[in-house]
């Protein structure tokens, strides 16, 4: 059974950093290619920021993200990361870490999902 755990939300300061974590557990090649991390604010669809896939390290950041966010994984922890630095406002969402044998910004082609985590920035 394939379960994503996602932790490091939290409020920061506009220019600040921090670091998401999604613990990844029943995955074989089978069943999961890419890890993503999309974000969701309210009113606002959701939003595909970074793709790693999981056999090759091959990543993928939105335009929106790139030069400040960074996707990685450990395999040693099966742990998916995504660090961001310089945050802005307007980085603030719902982020959700999703998993699936497709690598692509759309969020219908990830069957896995995790419960999300809280990103806020002040300005």
């Known amino acids: 059974q394939v379960q994503l755990v996602e932790s490091g939300g939290g409020s920061v300061q506009a220019g600040g950093s921090l670091r998401l974590s999604c613990l990844v557990s029943g995955r074989t090649r089978n069943n999961i290619v890419c890890t993503a991390w999309f974000r969701q604010s309210p009113g606002k669809e959701r939003e595909g920021v970074a793709i790693i896939n999981l056999d090759d390290d091959t990543t993928a950041h939105a335009g929106s993200v790139k030069g400040r966010f960074t996707i990685s994984q450990t395999n040693a922890n099966n742990t998916v990361y995504l660090q961001m630095n310089s945050l802005r406002p307007e980085d603030t969402a719902s982020y959700y870490c999703?998993?699936?044998?497709?690598?692509?910004?759309?969020?219908?082609?990830?069957?896995?999902w995790g419960q999300g985590t809280q990103v806020t920035v002040s300005s």
């Open positions: 999703a998993a699936g044998r497709h690598c692509t910004y759309t969020d219908r082609d990830y069957k896995y």
